[in-house]
């Protein structure tokens, strides 16, 4: 099968691989559709996440048909039309049945905290991910699910986890009817959940960033106000100003690690291949909230000492939420949101790439050069 395949940083190219196969009797192999490339995504393509290993295939978002399954599968099918949860989770350990699918004791041997993460290097479980032509699918029982009949493919994508992690950021925040609302990142787990804050009765909803093009989309597709970082002399400052001098109620981190790294991991990254992330945009959380507010935090950090202002968080007597999006467990609402028309999540959808040409894929997302907000790898079969 043609995948695209890691060579070191910022060196990704389509490869012929062997088609993966039934390793266990729950796994399912899924005929890739529709893939994505995501923001986090970009950590492991510029060399900045641990045991990124060369010859790994990216891609935790997408979707597909069912080729093949395993003896032991029972929900799915040959033929079946469906989508899957970023999370790799094996639905019985005791966190999964508390529904932190994200969390998972069983899929994971290299780390303590997050679960398995399809294509996301060996510290988040060694699995291929999707952007590929097949992909094996682990616990097919617990994870895909069929794609409803009346719902767009490309919606289903969406799914997989930007939507689903930028509602979650809302929900972390407790949102009460009326709250002022900042996101920081216009990404699409930034526009998600300022999209998602609205629903959950903000009164108020305000995006920062510091491109243009993404604070104009913010505007049209969330109704939200916008905050260009670098038109400001200091943004804290200003979102004080703007708030009555209190802060906002809620503050949502959808930025994370920044994707290129800081000055310091770029120094040393040859070497340690860590990245924690500069905590700039989790720092500007802390200091923009209000006293007794909520920051909720849904961007990817890595495992690594960021020097957070966790003091300044105790003396104002923050509730900070955090944790990777258990997908799965928002699918019900999220569903009843697309059908209703309250949300369109293809709508974020500004490029589509074959799979072939996914390199010019990456350098463009990574460049964000064309107004590239959410790019769609289109499989030739």
Same mark, same amino acid.
């Given at each position: 099968m043609?995948?695209?395949v890691y060579?070191?940083?910022?060196?990704?190219?389509?490869?012929?691989?062997?088609?993966?196969?039934?390793?266990?009797?729950?796994d399912a192999i899924?005929r890739?559709?529709?893939?994505?490339?995501?923001?986090?995504?970009l950590?492991l393509f510029?060399?900045?996440?641990? @045991?990124?290993?060369v *010859?790994?295939?990216?891609?935790h978002e997408?979707i597909g048909v069912?080729?093949?399954v395993?003896?032991?599968?029972r929900?799915?099918?040959?033929g079946?039309r469906?989508m899957v949860?970023?999370?790799? &989770?094996?639905?019985?350990? !005791?966190?999964c049945?508390?529904?932190? !699918? =994200?969390n998972?004791?069983?899929?994971n041997?290299?780390?303590?905290a997050?679960?398995?993460? !399809? *294509?996301?290097?060996?510290?988040s479980?060694g699995? @291929? *991910?999707g952007?590929a032509? !097949?992909?094996?699918?682990?616990f097919?029982?617990v994870?895909?699910?069929?794609?409803?009949?009346?719902?767009h493919?490309?919606?289903?994508?969406?799914?997989? @986890?930007?939507l689903?992690?930028?509602?979650?950021g809302?929900? +972390?925040g407790g949102?009460h009817?009326?709250?002022?609302?900042?996101?920081?990142?216009?990404?699409?787990?930034?526009?998600?959940?300022?999209? =998602?804050?609205w +629903?959950? *009765? %903000?009164?108020?909803?305000?995006?920062?960033?510091?491109?243009?093009?993404?604070?104009e &989309?913010a505007?049209?597709?969330?109704?939200?106000?916008?905050?260009?970082?670098?038109?400001v002399n200091?943004v804290v400052?200003?979102?004080k100003?703007?708030? @009555?001098?209190?802060?906002a109620?809620v503050?949502?981190? %959808?930025?994370?690690? #920044?994707?290129?790294?800081?000055?310091?991991?770029h120094?040393?990254s040859?070497k340690?291949?860590l990245?924690?992330?500069?905590?700039i945009a +989790?720092?500007?959380a802390i200091d923009?909230?209000r006293?007794?507010?909520?920051?909720a935090?849904?961007?990817?950090y890595?495992?690594m000492?960021?020097a957070?202002?966790?003091?300044?968080?105790m003396?104002?007597?923050?509730?900070?939420?955090?944790n990777?999006?258990p997908v799965?467990?928002q699918w019900p609402?999220?569903?009843?949101?697309?059908?209703?028309?309250?949300?369109?999540?293809? #709508?974020?959808i500004t490029h589509?790439i074959?799979?072939?040409h996914i390199?010019?894929g990456?350098? +463009?997302?990574?460049?964000?050069?064309?107004?590239?907000?959410k790019p769609?790898?289109?499989?030739a079969?």
């Amino acid at each position: 099968m043609k995948a695209m395949v890691y060579r070191g940083p910022y060196r990704v190219r389509v490869e012929e691989k062997d088609r993966p196969r039934i390793e266990h009797p729950n796994d399912a192999i899924v005929r890739v559709t529709r893939a994505a490339i995501c923001g986090s995504d970009l950590h492991l393509f510029h060399g900045m996440m641990p @045991d990124t290993r060369v *010859g790994t295939t990216f891609g935790h978002e997408f979707i597909g048909v069912v080729d093949e399954v395993g003896p032991s599968v029972r929900n799915v099918k040959p033929g079946d039309r469906v989508m899957v949860p970023f999370n790799v &989770f094996c639905g019985t350990c !005791y966190f999964c049945a508390k529904g932190l !699918y =994200s969390n998972c004791h069983n899929v994971n041997p290299n780390a303590t905290a997050v679960g398995g993460i !399809y *294509g996301y290097s060996h510290t988040s479980g060694g699995y @291929d *991910g999707g952007q590929a032509e !097949y992909v094996r699918v682990p616990f097919a029982d617990v994870g895909p699910t069929v794609i409803p009949g009346w719902m767009h493919e490309e919606d289903a994508l969406m799914c997989t @986890d930007a939507l689903p992690t930028g509602y979650f950021g809302a929900q +972390l925040g407790g949102i009460h009817e009326g709250d002022v609302v900042v996101v920081f990142g216009a990404g699409p787990v930034g526009l998600f959940a300022a999209k =998602s804050a609205w +629903l959950m *009765g %903000a009164g108020r909803v305000i995006v920062v960033d510091h491109l243009s093009d993404r604070l104009e &989309f913010a505007q049209r597709f969330a109704r939200a106000e916008t905050v260009h970082f670098g038109h400001v002399n200091d943004v804290v400052v200003h979102l004080k100003k703007i708030t @009555d001098d209190i802060g906002a109620d809620v503050v949502i981190d %959808a930025v994370g690690a #920044e994707a290129d790294g800081n000055l310091l991991q770029h120094v040393t990254s040859a070497k340690l291949k860590l990245q924690g992330g500069s905590p700039i945009a +989790l720092n500007w959380a802390i200091d923009s909230v209000r006293k007794g507010g909520t920051v909720a935090v849904v961007g990817a950090y890595g495992p690594m000492f960021s020097a957070v202002k966790f003091g300044d968080a105790m003396n104002k007597g923050l509730t900070l939420r955090m944790n990777q999006c258990p997908v799965k467990r928002q699918w019900p609402r999220l569903f009843e949101h697309i059908r209703n028309g309250h949300i369109s999540p293809r #709508e974020i959808i500004t490029h589509r790439i074959p799979l072939d040409h996914i390199a010019e894929g990456y350098h +463009l997302f990574s460049s964000k050069l064309d107004g590239c907000i959410k790019p769609v790898v289109v499989p030739a079969t």
